[in-house]
């Protein structure tokens, strides 16, 4: 089942009576200090890959093998410690989409952003939830999370003016393309990734221009619609 993002992303982790001490450097640390730290962020990778990002934080200690003051030392508020787990996925997701803009052919870089990143929602949980959750004091998603839609606006533009995208594609469809293929992730990673390409075949088929009857207006979606909670009624 896909990942579901936190209500409260950004809250502090809980701390002992005197509060975590400031996050430690990951440079200048002594060497049994960043070999905890490195056992944090594998076991965090694990546990947010296998259960989202919402997985307690204590399960995260527990794997690593660590007690809850040593993590807090080294990432007091659970944005930081997501943050810093994914980091090299969000590097691979920025040179996805500078790959796919640098292509000479703007159908082929299209399209391969929407299998890579749907490929990456069927396989890693954690991630995407990462990547699209909002964390007020992690800057750098909010930056990413723009450049991103910004790059993907330009794709459909791009394979628009090549003749290639059906002239009524919305950016915002992107976003539904994503938001339907998060409905086919499940438990079982290979079964994801079938159901997950074989749903992004079908829609990029669609998407491509032809003979094609008018569709509905566009819904009003950003990337960061693809993990908010659902309205309570």
């Not at 292509?103 to 890579?116: A, H, L, Q, T, Y």
Request: with cysteine.
């Amino acid at each position: 089942m896909p990942a579901q993002s936190s209500r409260k992303p950004g809250r502090r982790l809980p701390a002992s009576t005197d509060g975590p001490p400031p996050p430690a450097a990951a440079t200048g640390l002594r060497a049994d200090a960043r070999r905890n730290r490195d056992r944090i962020l594998e076991a965090a990778r694990e546990a947010f890959t296998i259960q989202g990002i919402d997985v307690p934080i204590t399960t995260i200690a527990r794997r690593a093998g660590v007690g809850a003051a040593t993590l807090y030392r080294h990432f007091p508020t659970r944005a930081s410690l997501v943050t810093e787990a994914f980091a090299a996925q969000i590097a691979s997701c920025a040179a996805v989409l500078d790959d796919a803009l640098a292509d000479p052919d703007p159908w082929r870089g299209f399209c391969s952003v929407i299998e890579k990143v749907c490929a990456m929602q069927a396989t890693d949980r954690g991630f995407t939830a990462a990547f699209l959750s909002q964390f007020p004091d992690a800057v750098d998603y909010e930056r990413d999370r723009t450049r991103a839609e910004r790059g993907l606006a330009q794709l459909v533009q791009r394979a628009k003016d090549a003749g290639q995208l059906r002239a009524d594609f919305h950016p915002a469809d992107v976003t539904l393309l994503f938001l339907a293929n998060n409905a086919v992730v499940g438990e079982s990673q290979q079964v994801s990734l079938a159901a997950s390409r074989r749903l992004a075949a079908y829609l990029l088929q669609s998407f491509r221009s032809g003979r094609t009857e008018p569709l509905p207006p566009p819904a009003p979606l950003g990337l960061q619609d693809i993990h908010q909670s659902p309205p309570t009624r």
